[in-house]
């Protein structure tokens, strides 16, 4: 069983949708029981672990609606909120917060959508 990350970032645009979906379906045709992650708000999701398991329901009838259903961010990854507070001496950086939530969910991969 394959578990997989899922992500989109920059700008919100056409077709982030319908490439979700492809993804998802993809995965679920190489192995029906793969476990897919969507990280909301792009980035920031990732960063402070905020996702949800998505079912294949979730990919039904997002073919031909804009934008994406996960959320996304266009704010600089530099300017985003540390997961916890960045005074304390070992507060992990927006990097280590990443690697941290990739391998605390045991992810085999991570897709990620975008641009700008």
């Known amino acids: 069983m394959l578990k997989?990350?899922?992500l989109t970032s920059?700008?919100?645009c056409q077709g982030l949708?319908?490439?979700?979906?492809?993804?998802?379906k993809s995965l679920f045709e190489y192995d029906p029981k793969t476990k897919i992650y969507g990280f909301k708000s792009g980035y920031k999701g990732l960063i402070k672990g905020r996702f949800r398991e998505m079912e294949a329901k979730d990919?039904?009838?997002i073919l031909t609606v804009?934008?994406?259903?996960?959320?996304?961010s266009r704010m600089p990854f530099k300017e985003m909120d540390l997961p916890v507070d960045e005074k304390r001496e070992n507060s992990p950086t927006r990097i280590e917060a990443m690697?941290?939530?990739y391998y605390r969910m045991?992810?085999?991969a991570l897709?990620?959508?975008g641009g700008n």
Not at 17 to 24: H, L, P
Not at 66 to 72: D, E, K, M, Q, V
Request: aromatic residues 4%.
């Open 4 to 6: 997989i990350g899922m």
């Open 10 to 12: 920059g700008g919100d």
């Open 17 to 24: 949708n319908a490439a979700i979906r492809g993804v998802a």
């Open 59 to 61: 990919f039904s009838g």
């Open 66 to 72: 804009g934008g994406t259903i996960l959320g996304t």
């Open 99 to 101: 690697v941290n939530t």
């Open 106 to 108: 045991e992810l085999d």
């Open 111 to 113: 897709v990620i959508m």
